[in-house]
């Protein structure tokens, strides 16, 4: 039977979504309002559905596999495993209070109501503090529920905190770290879902690591290992002329800034720093 990859068909995880996809090596053409497509390349057919029916659709069996948010796995309390964290759409669940009030930890909440598009996660995490809140489910426009005094605070997904200031509102408390996630039914993943997994995971692993290359004096390589010992061990090459070597390795992408500045002072010269594509440790 084909397998079925449930997809964002709009919203924020849409475009990383399918970047995500082409990278891993599935090869489709999705015309504008296409439902479904077939994988070329896999015996795999995409389902374009709305982000939060995701987990409905892999948890009743109508998709093999999913991508969606983890706030909202943990928001459906659907029983799925979280096959692999995809790196992008990455948003905190926070408790935010107007300005004016001095607002400030989870116990000052007792008694007040909180207007949410999480109301399940929500009330769990305030029950589990023992403070006791009335959630106020929204589904839109979060912000503007203490304005209109329907709530007295918001629990809302932020990334930057700029929606939050531009409505006077402070945040105070993280519920949940989110991000995208591939979601299956618990239990052994095998066969092609399987391989399908290994395969993103091998992007977003690749994502988080550049390739860097350098020559330097042969006498340089144990303060160069230092800097940036790779996977297992940097690779280290005799150039044509003595007494010199190039050195491969690897290092993770956000720490690139930092280490060539270091490299260059341990004697490294003609450093490059290439993306990686796929990388599976
Ligand atoms: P959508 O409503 O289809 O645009 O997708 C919403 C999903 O995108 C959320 O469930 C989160 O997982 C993710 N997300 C990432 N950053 C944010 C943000 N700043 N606001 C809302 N959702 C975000």
Redesign the pocket.
């Known amino acids: 039977m084909t397998l079925r990859l449930a997809v964002?068909n709009?919203?924020?995880?849409?475009e990383p979504s399918a970047t995500l996809l082409r990278q891993s090596g599935l090869s489709y053409e999705k015309t504008e309002r296409a439902l479904s497509v077939r994988v070329r390349n896999i015996d795999l057919e995409l389902l374009f559905v709305?982000?939060?029916d995701v987990c409905e659709l892999v948890a009743d069996g109508v998709a093999d596999l999913g991508i969606?948010?983890?706030?909202?796995l943990t928001e459906t309390g659907t029983r799925l495993q979280v096959a692999a964290e995809l790196g992008y759409?990455?948003?905190r669940l926070t408790v935010a209070v107007p300005q004016s009030t001095d607002l400030a930890e989870v116990a000052d909440f007792d008694g007040l109501r909180l207007a949410t598009s999480h109301p399940r996660t929500t009330n769990r995490f305030f029950a589990d503090a023992g403070i006791t809140i009335t959630t106020v489910p929204l589904r839109g426009s979060i912000e503007v529920a203490p304005k209109l005094d329907i709530a007295d605070a918001i629990v809302?997904?932020?990334?930057?905190g700029s929606?939050l200031l531009v409505n006077g509102l402070r945040p105070v408390v993280t519920v949940l770290e989110?991000?995208?996630v591939l979601v299956a039914r618990e239990g052994d993943i095998t066969g092609l879902a399987a391989e399908i997994v290994t395969m993103i995971q091998a992007v977003v692993a690749a994502r988080r690591k550049r390739y860097v290359l350098m020559n330097a004096p042969a006498t340089a390589v144990n303060a160069i290992e230092e800097i940036i010992p790779g996977i297992d061990a940097p690779t280290v090459v005799p150039l044509a002329h003595d007494g010199l070597v190039a050195i491969h390795s690897t290092v993770e992408s956000d720490e690139v800034w930092g280490v060539l500045p270091r490299l260059k002072e341990a004697g490294a010269s003609g450093i490059l720093v290439l993306p990686i594509q796929q990388l599976i440790p």
Do not use: I, M, N, Y
């Open positions: 964002p709009k919203g924020r995880l849409e709305r982000t939060d969606t948010g983890l706030d909202l759409g990455r948003c809302d997904l932020v990334s930057s929606t989110s991000q995208a």
